[in-house]
């Protein structure tokens, strides 16, 4: 167990280190954890509100009955993450054919330095590595190369597809089990 | 497609492709399992869009399985060339000139892939062991393929399974629901009849 001097010099280093004070470091912050955004519920925009809702109505049918509605919303929000998932799937599979890679390379100083010495002493500019000529040129091994590159982001995107998936049947059985009542 | 199913359609979400998929393929593929499985109403319409574009995953994922064995081939055959080059025998090909890449040779036509297949049979390897290295060498991508697929179809199999339980259970709320009908008409014809001795009496 911690004796008081130790927890008091805790106390003291933990008033030290707080976090930022300035807005644009507590702004800074604010985004540490996040990554993609998929599991945030995007209604914000007007149009697809409007369609999550029109779908929402024709599942409910012509109830009156304000939980059913709500399950539908449910039900019809997570059809739309399902499609958003997909999207940005099929998103970086493209821009992986296109450029072979997602990342834009981080050009290290030591790579700099080289390629300084290389243009003082032949004056030309070396070529930087290009992923996309690393790409097979015919199309269907050049989908597979795509989609092994996009590996790891697909794995991680399957997660929010069974997400959604689950909570669509979730609100598909609280539906029918509203409407049997 | 029936019209009322197409207008149902439209309220759903539409199924992203590939620029090189094609959409009438996909479609047709869609109208497939739309008049096998003969969805009614909007959700067993939203499960059926869901089971195509899961198939049509499935069947992505399948092809790019073969694409990256396929590509992993030309390493393949570099790889044992260099393992074969390590032993005795294998160094006397190289001072015969064969030193420069069997692997893009393979691919090079017809010729060449016999040459280098009799290369190979001096040391009893033949294209079998080729695609073994190819597996092996794309193990770890093959693995994350396989569990992707399966993610795809244990998500399929479930769909299929929520058509069935909410089909059953329309069934059964349209026999419960017609049960309260019959119920309520027989009450309704018993009343005049019960009421009838009270009136008498």
Redesign the interface.
């Known amino acids: 167990m911690a004796s008081k001097r130790q927890i008091a010099a805790n106390r003291r280093n933990a008033r030290k280190s707080t976090g930022p004070r300035s807005s644009a470091g507590k702004r800074r912050t604010s985004r540490n954890s996040y990554r993609h955004g998929l599991t945030a519920r995007l209604t914000l925009s007007t149009k697809r509100a409007k369609?999550i809702e029109?779908?929402a109505r024709?599942?409910a049918g012509d109830t009156t009955d304000v939980v059913l509605l709500e399950f539908a919303r449910t039900?019809a929000e997570a059809?739309?993450d399902?499609?958003r998932v997909?999207?940005v799937?099929?998103a970086l599979?493209?821009r992986l054919?296109v450029f072979g890679e997602l990342d834009i390379p981080e050009v290290s100083t030591k790579t700099l330095i080289a390629h300084d010495r290389a243009y003082e002493q032949t004056g030309v500019i070396p070529p930087a590595i290009d992923a996309a000529a690393t790409m097979?040129s015919s199309?269907?091994?050049r989908?597979?190369?795509a989609?092994?590159r996009a590996?790891?982001d697909?794995?991680k995107l399957?997660r929010y597809?069974?997400r959604a998936?689950v909570i669509?049947?979730w609100s598909?059985?609280a539906?029918?089990?509203r409407?049997?009542q | 497609m029936s019209k009322h199913r197409r207008a149902q359609s439209a309220l759903l979400p539409a199924s992203p492709l590939l620029i090189t998929e094609s959409g009438d393929e996909f479609d047709r593929m869609r109208d497939a399992f739309d008049e096998e499985i003969k969805p009614r109403g909007i959700i067993e319409q939203m499960y059926v869009a869901d089971i195509a574009y899961l198939s049509w995953e499935i069947l992505r994922l399948r092809r790019c399985k073969a694409g990256i064995i396929n590509s992993a081939f030309r390493h393949a055959v570099d790889n044992l060339f260099a393992q074969v080059t390590g032993s005795p025998r294998g160094q006397a090909y190289i001072m015969e000139g064969m030193g420069q890449s069997l692997g893009r040779a393979w691919f090079s036509g017809p010729a060449a892939k016999k040459q280098v297949l009799e290369f190979f049979s001096d040391f009893q390897l033949d294209e079998s062991a080729f695609e073994a290295e190819a597996i092996r060498s794309s193990a770890a991508d093959l693995e994350r393929i396989d569990r992707l697929l399966a993610s795809l179809e244990s998500r399929r199999n479930k769909a299929l399974r929520c058509i069935a339980d909410y089909r059953g259970g329309f069934a059964r709320q349209l026999r419960e629901s017609s049960n309260r009908i019959i119920d309520g008409k027989v009450l309704a014809l018993e009343k005049p009849s019960s009421k009838k001795p009270s009136a008498v009496a």
């Open positions: 369609r029109r779908l024709k599942i039900a059809e739309f399902l499609a997909r999207q799937k099929v599979i493209e054919c097979p199309d269907p091994e989908l597979a190369e989609v092994r590996l790891p697909l794995v399957d597809e069974r998936a669509r049947a598909v059985r539906i029918k089990s409407t049997r």
